[in-house]
């Protein structure tokens, strides 16, 4: 007697999978060298080591923010061309199912992470999770949150790398104030972010493997969708797609 195969449906492009990766990339490589800038013995993130091995590495504490400011440029870059060539198809849909908008829907999905959160720990069994549609309340609350992070992370890195090269800082002293507000809304939105994807990739790699699997072939079983994300195994009926 043989198994039946596990019913497969597509529900992401190439060009999204390949995205989805440049990304985490990206976000490695800017974490690494971020960290290795910082080296005051005032403010410091990393052990010793690291900074003193970054810097060496890249010949000097200008070359490693040169490297890390031309990285986060181009993660910025692909981004925005990405976003302008397929706003319709891929980027506004995405937006449209994972933004929090209202203080309801804030409510809502703080209320489905609780839950889902609670059984990791053989807490609150006897509340179901509330039905879900692609994205869950724990995705949609992290991914409004990356959404500001990383543009608040893109616009104050900006003014971190260009402000000092292409302003007079002594000629008004609100450049410095600036540019100091700037550094503490870039390390705090890099911390959110990093918290967040500690999350993301414990549920993917521990708790949600299939959710792994389908950013790698843009295939998910039905059974895990139907069992998963109720609203949008009826979306996906409804369309004819499984």
Not at 129 to 141: E, I
Not at 164 to 171: A, I, T
């Amino acid at each position: 007697m043989t198994n039946e195969p596990c019913k497969m449906v597509h529900v992401r492009d190439k060009k999204t999978i390949i995205l989805h990766w440049f990304n985490a990339f990206c976000w490695l490589v800017l974490i690494i060298t971020g960290f290795g800038i910082i080296s005051g013995d005032a403010v410091r993130l990393m052990p010793a080591f690291w900074p003193e091995f970054m810097q060496w590495l890249f010949g000097g504490n200008y070359n490693l923010i040169l490297g890390h400011a031309i990285g986060g440029i181009t993660w910025m870059i692909v981004f925005l061309l990405f976003s302008l060539l397929n706003f319709k198809d891929v980027v506004f849909p995405f937006l449209k199912e994972v933004f929090v908008l209202t203080p309801m829907a804030a409510m809502r999905d703080a209320w489905s992470m609780t839950i889902t959160l609670a059984h990791l720990f053989g807490l609150m069994k006897d509340i179901p999770v509330p039905p879900q549609g692609r994205y869950n309340g724990a995705q949609r609350l992290l991914g409004t949150m990356i959404i500001f992070c990383s543009l608040s992370i893109a616009g104050s890195g900006f003014y971190l790398f260009f402000g000092p090269q292409c302003l007079n800082f002594g000629d008004n002293a609100m450049y410095g104030i600036l540019f100091r507000w700037a550094l503490v809304v870039h390390a705090s939105s890099v911390f959110l972010v990093i918290v967040g994807l500690v999350a993301h990739i414990y549920f993917a790699v521990v708790e949600e493997r299939e959710c792994l699997e389908a950013m790698k072939s843009g295939d998910i079983s039905v059974d895990f969708v139907k069992h998963h994300n109720t609203l949008w195994y009826e979306q996906l009926k409804k369309d004819g797609k499984v």
